[in-house]
């Protein structure tokens, strides 16, 4: 645990100790307990619940299958995943898109990669929301590389701002990338905790040298200061409730 200023806490969480899955064409790291990965002691952080780093064979996926009361989206960093959904949705996602579900009172969807050679990569992020059974709903949006070269994106936030898709859970969720002399700044001011994936790249958080799925999570208030990145993607969520 690295204490960084008066009362900021932040945890360095390893890439290396993340669950891992091989199931021939789906390769799978779980950043927190799930499927046949299981630790009691690491189900979630506040109201995250799941982050999947899925490689999908192509001409391979998930068959249709059911979701309730999960906000669910698919983070991508290579190749496309192509959705299909019970509420009549029927769309693909590539590289840089995000594809999202609000799964409230139930829904059910097939995610399938369409090239029968290049893997899909992506990250599969759930979020526990706030209101229980709410009508289900279904958007996509693509990340604007201008905007995130040194800079943070919003792209997915309780109150639908600045553009972003509006989820049910009490969570704001930023993308930025970092490259040489780029710094970003994130102060967490009001007791709220934050979570930072690094999807891929390195990057410095507070003096800590982080890589390709390592992860840090924050609590308290004080400064996060991202920078030195070589090649960095990275993932913020600013969390509010714990489930």
Do not use: C
């Not at 982050?51 to 698919?74: C, L």
């Not at 290579?78 to 996602?93: I, R, Y």
């Not at 995610?111 to 958007?139: C, G, M, V």
């Amino acid at each position: 645990m690295l204490n960084t200023a008066s009362d900021l806490k932040v945890k360095v969480r390893p890439g290396s100790e993340r669950g891992h899955a091989n199931a021939g064409w789906l390769k799978s790291s779980h950043s927190f307990s799930f499927a046949s990965y299981f630790d009691r002691n690491n189900m979630h952080f506040h109201n995250l619940r799941v982050i999947n780093d899925d490689w999908i064979a192509g001409d391979s996926g998930f068959p249709m299958h059911p979701h309730e009361n999960f906000e669910i989206f698919s983070y991508m960093l290579e190749g496309a995943l192509e959705h299909k959904d019970t509420m009549g949705n029927g769309s693909t996602v590539r590289k840089g898109g995000i594809q999202f579900m609000s799964t409230g009172s139930g829904v059910q969807h097939s995610e399938f990669n369409p090239s029968e050679e290049d893997p899909s990569h992506l990250l599969q992020i759930w979020l526990i929301p706030a209101r229980k059974n709410t009508t289900p709903r279904y958007e996509m949006l693509d990340l604007d590389d201008t905007a995130r070269d040194g800079n943070l994106q919003l792209f997915l936030s309780h109150d639908g701002r600045n553009g972003s898709i509006r989820t049910e859970a009490s969570a704001d969720v930023y993308s930025g990338k970092l490259d040489g002399s780029d710094q970003i700044s994130f102060e967490l001011s009001d007791h709220r905790a934050v979570y930072v994936h690094v999807a891929r790249g390195e990057v410095q958080i507070n003096g800590e040298t982080l890589q390709d799925g390592d992860a840090i999570e924050a609590e308290g208030h004080g400064t996060l200061l991202l920078n030195n990145g070589k090649g960095a993607e990275i993932v913020l969520f600013h969390l509010s409730d714990r489930p």
